[in-house]
């Protein structure tokens, strides 16, 4: 993504009236460690460690967006394993946010924040797994997907 794509990406923000939201932060911060990879790079150490951030952080500021969308839109809220109902079967909140999605008619958002969650998985937990550029471009690519999909009219 380029700056002019970055800039575009924030004036959209702003015509959405989220410019306040934690998530919009989020997803700044992330666009903002995507610009400055290079100069984050510590001695010795390759792009991995920042891509993986960078990535960890696409997946969390979508998936705190759509939360926000849901509840904000649709009234949805996720249920905390506190809520549950004894013999209720629980679910985690990041899948009751992936299904109520596709409950929703988001298939294309729910795809986005599955594929963000994989690449997500394998940032965090598989250290010795490559993560190529394909990959990050990939997660800031989902990303920029839900952030420009879901409008809160």
Known sequence: MNFAEMQLSHWMAILMNITSSPQFHLYLLTLHFL????????????ERCVDATIINRAYYS????????????????????WEFKNGEKRIGEHKQ??????????????TSLR?????RNKAN?????????????????????????????
């Open 35 to 46: 610009r400055i990879k290079n100069m984050l790079l510590p001695k010795k150490c390759n």
């Open 62 to 81: 979508s998936y705190l967006y759509c939360q926000l969308w849901l509840e904000k839109v649709h009234g949805f809220k996720v249920k905390h394993p």
């Open 97 to 110: 946010v992936k299904k109520a999605l596709h409950d929703f008619g988001e298939e294309e958002i729910e």
């Open 115 to 119: 594929k963000l969650a994989k690449l």
């Open 125 to 153: 937990y598989h250290p010795n797994r490559k993560l190529t550029s394909k990959n990050l471009n990939q997660a800031i690519n989902h990303m920029e997907k839900i952030f420009n999909k879901l409008k809160f009219d």
